[in-house]
Antibody, heavy 118, light 107 residues
Framework: QVQLQESGPGLVKPSETLSLTCSVS????????WSWIRQPPGKGLDWIAY???????DYNPSLKSRVTISVDTSKNQFSLKLSSVTAADTAVYYC????????????WGQGTLVTVSS | EIVLAQSPGTLSLSPGERATLSCRAS???????LAWYQQKPGQAPRLLMY???NRATGIPDRFSGSGSGTDFTLTISRLEPEDSAVYFC?????????FGQGTKVEI
C-alpha cells in the first residue's frame, strides 16, 4: 500500500519561503506524476503543481511565479517551495499521487497545516 | 481555465434516501477527466469516481457517477450515516487542474 507523508515547518513568517517534503513509501516514485494541493481552513481545494518522476513539471498560473517543485528519486521524495508567503498561504498542504492512466489523484498524504504568521 | 460549479451547497437528507450532486464545468472537460472525492473532517480527500463514471477501488456500488462534456452528477443511493461528508469534483483534463467548491451532505 502506497503511503505519502508530508513534512516541514508548521509556522512560517510572512515574506519567507515555505518548504515541504513528501516522502513516499510502499511504492516507487518512478513512473508516476506527483502533485501538491492545498486547502485553506474551512475552504476548498487548490491544485498547486505537479512533477513527473523524471522532472517534467506543470504549475497553477496563480502561483507559478512563487512555486518550485522538485523530485529526488534516490530518496523517493518530492518537494515544494513557495516563496514570499502571506497569511493567504495559510492552509493544509497535501501531497498526492496521480493514478496511472487517468492522472486524477488516487493516493494522498494526511496533510500538514502550515500557518503564516509573525 | 476551467471553473467547476457544484450544487447544491448543502444537502440534508435521511438515511436510505438518494443524494444527487451536480458539477458543472465552464468548458467541456477533455476526455471526461472528471473525478469525485469525499472528504470527512480532519481527513484527506478520498477518490470515489474517476473518468466520470468509474468507481475507484473499494468504493461501494451505492456510489455512481454520470455525465459528459460540461455536466456531471454523483449519485449516492441509499444514504448511510457514514456518507456525511463534503464532496468535491475535480477536472484534470486540462491545466490548471481545478476542484469544485464542494457540496456538504448532512445525514
Amino acid at each position: 500500500q502506497v503511503q505519502l507523508q508530508e513534512s516541514g515547518p508548521g509556522l512560517v513568517k510572512p515574506s519567507e519561503t515555505l518548504s515541504l517534503t513528501c516522502s513516499v513509501s510502499g511504492g516507487s516514485i518512478s513512473g508516476y506524476f506527483w502533485s501538491w494541493i492545498r486547502q485553506p481552513p474551512g475552504k476548498g481545494l487548490d491544485w498547486i503543481a505537479y512533477i513527473y518522476y523524471s522532472g517534467g513539471t506543470d504549475y497553477n498560473p496563480s502561483l507559478k511565479s512563487r512555486v518550485t517543485i522538485s523530485v529526488d528519486t534516490s530518496k523517493n521524495q518530492f518537494s515544494l517551495k513557495l516563496s514570499s508567503v502571506t497569511a493567504a498561504d495559510t492552509a493544509v498542504y497535501y501531497c498526492a499521487r496521480h493514478r496511472l492512466g487517468g492522472y486524477e489523484f488516487d493516493y494522498w498524504g494526511q496533510g500538514t497545516l502550515v500557518t503564516v504568521s509573525s | 481555465e476551467i471553473v467547476l460549479a457544484q450544487s447544491p451547497g448543502t444537502l440534508s437528507l435521511s438515511p436510505g434516501e438518494r443524494a444527487t450532486l451536480s458539477c458543472r464545468a465552464s468548458q467541456s472537460v477533455r476526455n471526461n477527466y472528471l473525478a469525485w472525492y469525499q472528504q470527512k473532517p480532519g481527513q484527506a480527500p478520498r477518490l470515489l469516481m474517476y473518468g466520470a463514471s468509474n468507481r475507484a477501488t473499494g468504493i461501494p456500488d451505492r456510489f455512481s457517477g454520470s455525465g459528459s462534456g460540461t455536466d456531471f452528477t454523483l449519485t449516492i443511493s441509499r444514504l448511510e450515516p457514514e456518507d456525511s461528508a463534503v464532496y468535491f469534483c475535480l477536472q484534470h483534463g486540462s491545466s490548471p487542474r481545478a476542484f469544485g467548491q464542494g457540496t456538504k451532505v448532512e445525514i
